[in-house]
């Protein structure tokens, strides 16, 4: 597949990753709608690129503001081709200690706004039966990672949607990738999170080299990607043999402990 004249929603397009993925889709001469909460970042990110490019500021955690996002971005572009769902929140901590507020935005986000920006542009990928969903998961959505529950828990339901939805659409060449990295050096990971990594041995890509394997995922119209070794290896190893992880990572657990956020 290529990207030519592509019509693209991109959301968490502002981000670490997002910012860099929109120049990338540009560069192959995509048609981009750029949708992210950070509106000044959006703004400066616009004056900074050239090509085909809007930016619409949404917040993504409200049913009102994916299904506004989705009409603004029809309005903007015409029929979509590709919706990739980027945008995400993370939590470092204890989930004991996690606000309730938090655990509810970060599920909005990370699980529920992909579903819902997806189901506001079904009936029309259905109607032409072409287009293309593409969810940004983790790693984390297939294995389980103390301190980062919540994370976890939303990335594994976003694994769960896209699977039963390509299922769902099998039927039709309406397409659901699904595209997991492994940790990445971006503002999402913060001083504490970056420590960690560290004291762990924990391996963490740079921005630039996953959104090349983003796009060549895309481009290759793979149903499900799962970045980095031995991370790739250990997510089939955690589905067939959970209680073995379970002893691998004790220890790392008890380092990571030491660098909660409070
Ligand atoms: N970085 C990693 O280690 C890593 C690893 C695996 C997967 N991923 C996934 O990759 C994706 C991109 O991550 P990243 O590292 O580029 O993170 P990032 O730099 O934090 O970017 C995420 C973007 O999403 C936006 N966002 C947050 N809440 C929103 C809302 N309610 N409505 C609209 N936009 C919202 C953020 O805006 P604000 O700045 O205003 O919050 C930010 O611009 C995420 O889905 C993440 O889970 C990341």
């Known amino acids: 597949m290529s990207f030519k004249d592509k019509r693209i929603i991109l959301t ?64 903007l572009l015409g029929q979509v081709d590709i919706l990739i769902n980027l945008a995400g929140l993370n939590f470092f901590g204890a989930f004991a200690e996690q606000d309730a507020a938090h655990i509810d935005i970060m599920m909005r986000v990370n699980v529920l706004g992909p579903m819902l920006l997806t189901r506001a542009l079904l009936p029309s990928f259905l109607a032409n039966n072409t287009g293309k969903v593409v969810n940004v998961g ?4 297939s294995i389980g990672f103390a301190w980062f529950t919540t994370y976890s828990a939303s990335k594994f339901g976003l694994r769960g949607f896209s699977e ?21 050096k971006t503002p999402m990971n913060n001083d504490a999170v970056m420590k960690m990594g560290e004291a762990t041995g924990m391996n963490m890509d740079e921005p630039d080299v996953i959104v090349e394997k983003i ?33 691998a990572l004790a220890g790392q657990n008890k380092i990571a402990k030491t660098f909660l956020s409070k």
């Not at 039963?164 to 990445?184: H, N, S």
């Not at 060549?216 to 209680?243: C, H, M, W």
């Open 215 to 247: 796009i060549q995922t895309i481009e290759s119209d793979k149903n499900d990607s799962y970045f980095g070794f031995p991370e790739s290896l250990f997510v089939r190893v955690n589905a067939l043999l959970p209680r073995l992880v379970d002893k």
């Open 164 to 184: 039963a939805l390509r299922r769902e659409l099998a039927d039709t060449d309406v397409q659901v990738a699904y595209i997991a990295p492994r940790a990445v």
């Open 138 to 141: 983790s790693v984390f959505g």
């Open 12 to 75: 968490g397009a502002a981000g670490g990753m997002g910012s860099l993925l929109a120049k990338a889709l540009l560069q192959r001469g995509a048609k981009l709608a750029m949708v992210d909460a950070n509106a000044d970042a959006l703004q400066a990110l616009v004056s900074e690129l050239s090509g085909d490019v809007y930016a619409v500021s949404a917040d993504l955690s409200s049913v009102a503001g994916c299904t506004g996002a989705v009409e603004t971005c029809q309005q």
